[in-house]
């Protein structure tokens, strides 16, 4: 079947937020006409919560501090077939979403991600992108999976990532969601896509302490024995 085929659906669109409030108008605009935007507030302190929801987002609050806490928030509170993560600091653009969410429903893909390709200078700084391709070298060691890039916009079925069992709260949850889907036998692609300078101050990898706090969760990731692929698949549902 033609991915281009396939009738655009309605998603919701997990959206991480800590202190975005000048990034927020820009990413909520960009969401595709009938997506419903969920905005996890993390302990924002600029006002970020009642901005989103001004705009017509859903505000989860999750008290517990850590990427992988939000973006699980999010897909507890989600409700669509298909669910998309995007990073609120409008690096990435969700607009960008309705294509992956295609690939999905044309039973293409099991998990498509987002090949961040920089645009810009300071898009993606140098140890960030280090901290990268060491950890999709990893990857492949670890699950065969020939990937370029574990960026944050991506796209999967609801029911499915729930029955991935996901655990990690901290920064190795992006990296736990590939790995658990290639151990259930997931398809999982890349697309490319523009990566931008982020709006306002980085939170983890602007940083090399950051990025090493976060190479440092992934790889705790890797370290976990794979499950027995025929009862993550019976339980995500995806064969």
Not at 58 to 66: A, K, Q, Y
Not at 188 to 200: L, S
Request: hydrophobic share 45%; proline share 6%; with cysteine.
């Amino acid at each position: 079947m033609d991915v281009t085929d396939v009738t655009p659906m309605t998603a919701d669109v997990v959206l991480p937020c800590l202190d975005e409030a000048l990034a927020l108008p820009w990413v909520l605009g960009r969401l595709p006409a009938g997506w419903r935007a969920i905005v996890v507030d993390n302990g924002s302190t600029d006002g970020s919560a009642t901005l989103a929801a001004a705009l017509g987002a859903t505000v989860v609050h999750e008290s517990r501090r850590g990427f992988g806490a939000a973006c699980h928030a999010g897909l507890l509170a989600a409700q669509a077939e298909f669910v998309c993560f995007c990073d609120c600091d409008a690096s990435l653009d969700p607009g960008l979403l309705p294509a992956f969410v295609r690939q999905v429903a044309a039973g293409e893909s099991d998990l498509v991600l987002g090949r961040r390709r920089p645009e810009g200078a300071g898009a993606w700084p140098p140890h960030a992108r280090a901290g990268n391709l060491a950890l999709t070298r990893m990857l492949h060691r670890r699950t065969g999976l020939r990937l370029h890039d574990l960026g944050p916009l991506r796209a999967a079925r609801r029911e499915a990532l729930l029955g991935l069992g996901l655990t990690d709260r901290r920064s190795g949850y992006p990296l736990e969601m590939v790995v658990r889907a290639a151990d259930a036998g997931w398809r999982v692609t890349e697309r490319d896509v523009p990566y931008r300078p982020r709006t306002g101050k980085s939170k983890v990898t602007g940083t090399w302490r950051g990025t090493w706090q976060a190479v440092r969760d992934m790889r705790r990731v890797l370290a976990v024995p794979a499950t027995d692929p025929d009862a993550l698949q019976a339980a995500a549902g995806t064969r």
